[in-house]
């Protein structure tokens, strides 16, 4: 059974950082790309960032949205099998559910973990 299970997220002022965590089971990351999706209130679910995990690690290429360029980083370790999403100097239009997904078919999610960026 495929199973994706975000953590880390939670609330923080404007300016601070989170790091969120997505641990996966059912599958290696190495058999899909992985990434980060998030649903503001409201609005429609928009791609955050994505990395290329089914390259070896010195392949890794990694895709960001502008609006999160130079703030977030994506990471992956394949030992313990999860994806990370360090955001930092966070910023109130950051807040949403943020998911942890498949970037790409099949498309397997997470059940989300709210940030809230307070300013």
């Known amino acids: 059974e495929v199973q994706l299970v975000e953590s880390g997220g939670g609330l923080v002022q404007t300016g601070g950082s989170l790091r969120l965590s997505c641990a996966v089971s059912?599958?290696?990351?190495?058999?899909?790309?992985m990434g980060w999706f998030r649903q503001p209130p409201g609005k429609e679910r928009e791609e955050v960032s994505c990395?290329?995990?089914?390259?070896?690690?010195?392949?890794?290429?990694?895709y960001y949205a502008d609006s999160v360029k130079g703030r977030f980083t994506i990471s992956s370790d394949s030992a313990k099998n999860t994806v990370y999403l360090q955001m930092t100097n966070l910023k109130p239009e950051d807040s949403a559910v943020y998911y942890c997904?498949?970037?790409?078919?099949?498309?397997?999610w997470g059940p989300g973990t709210p940030v809230t960026v307070s300013s």
């Open positions: 997904a498949t970037c790409g078919s099949p498309f397997y």
């Open positions: 990395i290329s995990t089914t390259l070896s690690p010195d392949l890794h290429g990694t």
């Open positions: 059912g599958f290696s990351l190495n058999e899909y790309d």
